[in-house]
């Protein structure tokens, strides 16, 4: 049986083809799945893609790259239901492990979201994101622009990346001191008078094959703008859980980390209670996290089109500039 890692891999790699309206070669493949917070290289992807032509998922056309054959649609199609179920919580500790931020020395690396937009929306989007993360409704008001002739990321022809500061971040900054952190729920969360008042929805992470983040975005319309003009509205929001022994030490890590920007975490629940009526198991206590994408929201709620992809990579955080 081949190693669970590659098969995940040749899961990726064929996703970004059947994604894909032309043939795709391995560089471009590689780039995407950088993107997407794959460590893999060119030379690495051409590997993968072999296994793919044996297998008969694949048909190479010359030098333009490859496209999926019929075989291949299916076999992605069915390997996808199995291979991400627990997908999301593996990604999230993994992420969570590669978090290496010190808020005492405010130096290394945060987990990011990347969305991309049109070059034309830009002052929009950077005035009504640094509006959201200053009104506490995001991780942090720190992000990363990258240009269309970027060389760190593969950006589409007219549009413009930005790095998000994501929720993850947190689980890494607990688990760096010794305190696991389970992702329980993701969901929207109802606002009133400024205040978290309940979760009107909520996903768990295990029962899930997607990030439910991602899912609440498509199927779900928030109402982030009402909520900073009003103070009343639907967010997008996290719930985690946390062994009742960390209570102090959770809460402690959390201040230093509000003292430097890094201040998404709503608030602690009771050890044993529901928060804002999410359940929680017996000898632990939640902690419900803003969604670190709430600032793509409002901007979708304006009509602006931008493509976001939720816990894609890892940035060092003082390459990251306020906004």
Not at 289 to 304: K, S, Y
């Given at each position: 049986m081949m190693d669970p890692q590659i098969e995940r891999k040749l899961i990726e790699i064929m996703r970004v083809i059947h994604e894909s309206d032309?043939?795709?070669?391995?560089?471009?493949?590689?780039?995407?799945?950088?993107?997407?917070?794959?460590?893999?290289?060119?030379?690495?992807?051409r590997y993968h893609l072999r296994i793919l032509d044996e297998r008969g998922f694949t048909?190479?056309?010359?030098?333009?790259?490859?496209?999926?054959?019929?075989?291949?649609?299916?076999?992605?199609?069915?390997?996808?239901?199995?291979?991400?179920?627990?997908?999301?919580?593996?990604?999230?500790?993994e992420m969570a492990f590669r978090t290496t931020y010190n808020p005492e020395t405010d130096k290394g690396d945060v987990?990011?979201?990347?969305?991309?937009?049109?070059?034309?929306?830009?002052?929009?989007v950077i005035e009504l994101i640094s509006y959201t993360a200053h009104a506490?409704?995001?991780?942090?008001?720190?992000?990363?622009?990258?240009?269309?002739?970027?060389?760190?990321?593969?950006?589409?022809?007219?549009?413009?990346?930005?790095?998000?500061?994501?929720s993850v971040t947190f689980d890494g900054l607990l688990l760096k001191a010794g305190i696991p952190v389970e992702p329980a729920y993701g969901g929207i969360l109802q606002i009133e008078n400024k205040k978290p008042a309940r979760f009107l929805d909520l996903i768990s992470y295990s029962g899930t094959s997607i990030d439910p983040i991602k899912i609440f975005m498509n199927r779900t319309p928030t109402s982030v703008l009402e909520v900073l003009e009003k103070g009343e509205g639907k967010i997008l929001a996290n719930m985690r859980q946390i062994n009742s022994s960390?209570?102090?030490?959770?809460?402690?890590?959390?201040?230093?980390?509000?003292k430097v920007g890094l201040a998404g975490c709503i608030t602690l629940g009771e050890i044993d209670e529901y928060l804002l009526g999410a359940p929680v198991e017996t000898g632990k206590f939640g902690a419900a996290?803003?969604?670190?994408?709430?600032?793509?929201?409002?901007?979708?709620?304006?009509?602006?089109e931008i493509e976001t992809n939720p816990i894609s990579t890892m940035l060092d955080y003082q390459t990251m500039k306020e906004i």
């Open positions: 032309k043939p795709i070669g391995a560089r471009a493949i590689a780039d995407e799945l950088n993107n997407r917070g794959y460590d893999i290289g060119e030379r690495a992807v048909r190479k056309h010359g030098y333009a790259g490859r496209t999926l054959t019929d075989l291949g649609e299916n076999e992605m199609n069915d390997a996808l239901i199995g291979d991400r179920f627990g997908f999301v919580i593996s990604r999230i500790e987990v990011v979201n990347i969305s991309y937009f049109d070059k034309d929306d830009f002052e929009t506490g409704y995001m991780i942090s008001p720190r992000v990363r622009i990258f240009e269309e002739d970027s060389l760190e990321m593969s950006l589409p022809p007219g549009k413009i990346g930005i790095a998000t500061v994501c960390a209570y102090e030490m959770t809460g402690k890590i959390l201040k230093k980390a509000e996290v803003v969604g670190g994408i709430n600032g793509i929201c409002a901007l979708e709620e304006t009509g602006i």
